[in-house]
């Protein structure tokens, strides 16, 4: 008689273990889905841009106008969300704009931790090719051009178009000359040119098969970093592109394997660039004197002392009658630096010194002696 209550409470216990079972199941399974995508993205498996699968040939790879209208809408940008989980997920700290470079947190001001924050916001690249790679000059150009691309579109950034720096090889060779008598790389020697702080260069292989109608290319490499006013190599990305399909021809199929692998390559290279080179500025920005005609060792030192009083640190690199070096570091900008070499000649008794010429962060100045 009692059986039938008995078996209306199992079957109600029954479904409610049923109903929470599956209100449990989605979400985690969605988490995963979302963390693993999360991960492919920063990993650099996947971008939003170029997915790592075999690409057609498409009148437009752009995404970008897709991307750019995410982000201006107010949400955040998939890189951003990605990074968030993944963080979230293995216990990092949470990164963003606002965020003081690794490392630099301890011992400087808060001024400086800004001044840090917003000139690593503001690293101007300039991106070459390995001329000894054997890369073919065009697609040098169309790796260079899609890695300009990115910092255009997705970093807001201004660019040294192959180009111009093809021509400028040429146009600077004599001043190149008189200015470094060759201690320095010609590349070098424009990035300073150009104000850049970091260089990269692509160095990168490729090859493609196929027949009429089906076409495959693949490219693979490295991507190095190089910090511009002293050549220090800070770090390189590897890639390797998936193989990529064209209709059209061999050299298509090669080119978008190249040009989805510099895409694909340029969010970690940028990131790594701020990393790796905010870790480099825990003096401060690096800038380098040369001072012309300081006949005696005394005087030098004696401005070295004066400039210690001006920058953060001050090291003499070297000393003779017509050329002293010495290294700067300070949390300002190019023009209070030059301002501050003036004010440190007039206390170490050299009113007369003044700049012959500037090249990037490094200052070349006359003694008047």
Same mark, same amino acid.
């Given at each position: 008689?009692?059986?039938?209550?008995?078996?209306?409470?199992?079957?109600?216990?029954?479904?409610?273990?049923?109903?929470?079972?599956?209100?449990?199941?989605?979400?985690?399974?969605?988490?995963?889905?979302?963390?693993?995508?999360?991960?492919?993205?920063?990993?650099?498996?996947?971008?939003?841009?170029?997915?790592?699968?075999?690409?057609?040939?498409?009148?437009?790879?752009?995404?970008?106008?897709?991307?750019?209208?995410?982000?201006?809408?107010?949400?955040?940008?998939?890189?951003?969300? &990605?990074?968030?989980? $993944?963080?979230?997920? +293995?216990?990092?700290?949470? *990164?963003? %704009?606002?965020? =003081? @470079?690794?490392? !630099?947190?301890?011992?400087?001001?808060?001024?400086?931790?800004?001044?840090?924050?917003?000139?690593?916001?503001?690293?101007?690249?300039?991106?070459?090719?390995?001329?000894?790679?054997?890369?073919?000059?065009?697609?040098?150009?169309?790796?260079?051009?899609?890695?300009?691309?990115?910092?255009?579109?997705?970093?807001?950034?201004?660019?040294?178009?192959?180009?111009?720096?093809?021509?400028?090889?040429?146009?600077?060779?004599?001043?190149?000359?008189?200015?470094?008598?060759?201690?320095?790389?010609?590349?070098?020697?424009?990035?300073?040119?150009?104000?850049?702080?970091?260089?990269?260069?692509?160095?990168?292989?490729?090859?493609?098969?196929?027949?009429?109608?089906?076409?495959?290319?693949?490219?693979?490499?490295?991507?190095?970093?190089?910090? &511009?006013?002293?050549? $220090?190599?800070?770090? +390189?990305?590897?890639?390797? *592109?998936? %193989?990529?399909? =064209? @209709?059209?021809? !061999?050299?298509?199929?090669?080119?978008?394997?190249?040009?989805?692998?510099?895409?694909?390559?340029?969010?970690?290279?940028?990131?790594?660039?701020?990393?790796?080179?905010?870790?480099?500025?825990?003096?401060?920005?690096?800038?380098?004197?040369?001072?012309?005609?300081?006949?005696?060792?005394?005087?030098?030192?004696?401005?070295?002392?004066?400039?210690?009083?001006?920058?953060?640190?001050?090291?003499?690199?070297?000393?003779?009658?017509?050329?002293?070096?010495?290294?700067?570091?300070?949390?300002?900008?190019?023009?209070?630096?030059?301002?501050?070499?003036?004010?440190?000649?007039?206390?170490?008794?050299?009113?007369?010194?003044?700049?012959?010429?500037?090249?990037?962060?490094?200052?070349?100045?006359?003694?008047?002696?």
């Amino acid at each position: 008689m009692r059986l039938g209550p008995m078996l209306k409470k199992f079957s109600v216990l029954t479904i409610v273990i049923a109903v929470a079972s599956c209100a449990t199941e989605v979400p985690v399974q969605e988490v995963n889905t979302e963390s693993n995508r999360a991960k492919e993205i920063v990993q650099g498996s996947s971008t939003p841009d170029f997915p790592a699968t075999p690409v057609q040939p498409a009148p437009s790879q752009g995404t970008g106008s897709t991307q750019s209208s995410s982000t201006s809408s107010g949400s955040a940008s998939p890189q951003s969300t &990605a990074t968030q989980i $993944v963080q979230s997920q +293995s216990g990092l700290p949470p *990164s963003g %704009p606002s965020s =003081s @470079p690794a490392g !630099l947190s301890s011992g400087l001001s808060q001024e400086e931790q800004a001044f840090l924050a917003d000139y690593l916001n503001r690293l101007s690249y300039m991106v070459y090719y390995n001329e000894s790679s054997g890369l073919d000059p065009q697609l040098a150009r169309i790796g260079v051009s899609q890695a300009n691309r990115y910092l255009i579109e997705k970093q807001g950034l201004s660019v040294i178009d192959f180009d111009q720096i093809e021509r400028n090889k040429k146009d600077q060779l004599s001043a190149y000359q008189a200015e470094t008598g060759g201690s320095i790389d010609m590349i070098q020697y424009l990035a300073q040119k150009f104000n850049a702080d970091i260089y990269i260069e692509i160095d990168a292989q490729v090859s493609g098969s196929g027949q009429a109608g089906a076409f495959s290319g693949s490219a693979q490499g490295t991507m190095k970093l190089f910090e &511009a006013s002293t050549a $220090v190599l800070l770090g +390189s990305i590897a890639f390797m *592109s998936p %193989p990529t399909f =064209s @209709p059209v021809s !061999l050299d298509a199929a090669v080119s978008n394997a190249l040009a989805a692998s510099i895409w694909q390559s340029m969010p970690k290279v940028t990131e790594q660039s701020k990393a790796l080179y905010g870790a480099s500025l825990s003096r401060g920005v690096r800038f380098e004197l040369i001072a012309q005609k300081i006949p005696d060792a005394k005087q030098a030192s004696q401005l070295v002392r004066a400039l210690g009083n001006k920058f953060k640190e001050a090291e003499q690199l070297s000393f003779s009658p017509g050329e002293t070096r010495i290294a700067l570091y300070g949390f300002m900008s190019k023009a209070k630096a030059q301002e501050a070499i003036y004010d440190a000649a007039i206390s170490a008794m050299l009113p007369d010194m003044y700049l012959v010429y500037m090249r990037g962060k490094s200052f070349t100045f006359n003694s008047g002696l």
